[in-house]
């Protein structure tokens, strides 16, 4: 089910009104969740809930016996290392056999031995990478004694398949979402208003944006190769908006949703393209997969507490394991060390990107080193985007090469050619407009995140704000278009 359909506008209220005002008792609330989260995610396909159903069984299970083995560390790493194993084993064989059987053939073809194994029609299950991951941290998190192991499969369950993040993150750790469950909820009309307001942004910036700039990266994109390098550089900053309000809308809506029914999941993304650096981008992007990849694979390898040649060797595999969490495709696993490179570099030069506060803080406008820093941050990130936009490396390639290469040379086409100028521009302004307010936000949770000061204390403003959304959302909304993480 997607939050941009007619069956999720009929079936939040519905889910709402069953668990505040009839299923009161924090165990039949739970249970609840787990219905609704299981109709939610069977909607796509009802064949994939005994998947997810297993999943959770076998990370249910595994908390358990690595409390009953108190004492035994030895088995207590078998049964952690098993539900690993187990997990991932699941996730690579939906998502990973085709891209390693294919690589291998050819690896082998290439010096002379053909091998026998064959691709198989695999459908991927929506969100498996992102409940995986958060399978996989509770019985990680068991295993280091940062929680108790869960009892009550409900609530296991109801973690797990939670339907609000349940597709496309945020990736939640169990040490903060799981405890939300094993306490009673009352509702909270503050928190429930601000949830909706935060889910009012979010679907602007999926409808209104990121639709809008699909549409036209979808059409331009094919033609790269009859494209000047002007045109090939906006199409690359429209798939920098397109993406991020495609997937930041979706963790708004997640997290507001969330909010209605009294839980509060981590903050997914804090106004990103603001960034001074690459390490801070990083910091802002995507923070809830971030942290688990630094958490649960840099640290263990050492972090940066290690020699310098050991800090990049770490940087590089966490990026390269980051880049294969994205897809199946070399250009995701060349995505994510691009931005290794990059922040090794960074780290080589001992370049300062721990900033103690939110750029141009307490002023309107940044400075003019904070503006250039920003600007290089960004294009650095539409280089990268590029790359994770491409079909092939073949592909991304070109499309770079072409880019620099006409960038001078082709001069600034004309508007009126077939360049598609004229049409990225145009799409690129609802962008910077929403920008613009999320630049005037940078220091709270989300862009309707109101202070309480004039003219935002009258009632009569907010109201103004949140109808003017509403009608820009039914006037200006794009063809529906599909998460882009829903892949993932």
Request: aromatic letters at 20%.
């Amino acid at each position: 089910m997607l939050f941009n359909s007619f069956e999720f506008i009929v079936f939040l209220p519905i889910v709402f009104l069953l668990y505040w005002f009839v299923f009161r008792e924090r165990r039949w609330q739970n249970l609840l969740v787990v219905i609704a989260s299981y109709v939610f995610y069977g909607w796509w396909d009802w064949r994939f809930l005994f998947l997810i159903a297993f999943t959770s069984l076998c990370s249910f299970a595994s908390g358990l016996l690595i409390e009953r083995f108190n004492g035994q560390r030895r088995r207590q790493q078998i049964v952690s290392a098993a539900n690993i194993v187990l997990n991932l084993s699941i996730l690579g064989v939906f998502k990973y056999y085709n891209f390693f059987t294919e690589n291998l053939s050819m690896l082998f073809g290439s010096m002379g031995w053909q091998l026998d194994w064959v691709t198989i029609d695999i459908i991927l299950p929506v969100g498996i990478s992102f409940y995986t991951f958060q399978a996989l941290s509770y019985s990680i998190d068991v295993y280091q004694r940062k929680l108790p192991a869960t009892h009550d499969p409900i609530e296991f369950f109801a973690y797990i398949s939670f339907f609000p993040q349940l597709v496309a993150g945020p990736i939640e750790r169990a040490t903060n979402l799981l405890p939300q469950f094993q306490c009673n909820r009352q509702f909270d009309y503050a928190k429930a208003v601000d949830g909706c307001r935060q889910m009012l942004w979010g679907f602007l910036k999926k409808l209104v944006i990121a639709d809008n700039c699909a549409a036209v990266v979808n059409e331009y994109w094919n033609q790269y190769a009859a494209l000047p390098g002007l045109s090939l550089f906006l199409l690359g900053v429209l798939f920098t908006f397109q993406i991020y309000c495609d997937f930041s809308g979706y963790s708004d809506i997640a997290i507001g949703c969330a909010r209605l029914f009294g839980f509060n999941l981590m903050r997914n993304f804090n106004y990103p393209y603001f960034s001074r650096s690459i390490p801070e981008f990083w910091r802002r992007w995507h923070i809830s997969l971030t942290t688990w990849f630094r958490d649960y694979i840099y640290f263990p390898l050492g972090g940066s507490r290690c020699e310098k040649w050991k800090i990049i060797r770490n940087v590089y595999i966490v990026w390269g394991i980051s880049g294969l969490w994205h897809g199946a495709n070399w250009t995701f696993v060349c995505w994510g060390l691009f931005h290794a490179t990059l922040l090794a570099i960074y780290n080589l030069f001992g370049i300062n990107t721990k900033y103690q506060h939110v750029v141009a803080y307490g002023r309107y406008l940044p400075n003019i080193k904070e503006a250039f820093q920003m600007a290089f941050t960004f294009f650095l990130a539409v280089i990268g985007w590029i790359i994770f936009r491409a079909e092939t490396m073949t592909q991304a390639i070109e499309y770079l090469g072409r880019m620099f290469a006409t960038m001078i040379s082709d001069g600034v086409p004309s508007i009126g050619s077939n360049s598609g100028v004229g049409v990225m521009g145009l799409q690129l302004l609802p962008g910077i407009a929403m920008l613009i307010v999320e630049w005037l936000q940078r220091d709270k949770q989300h862009a309707l995140h109101f202070p309480i000061t004039l003219p935002f204390d009258y009632r009569f403003v907010r109201w103004a704000i949140y109808y003017l959304i509403i009608i820009i959302i039914a006037r200006y909304a794009g063809e529906s278009q599909t998460f882009i993480y829903f892949q993932f």
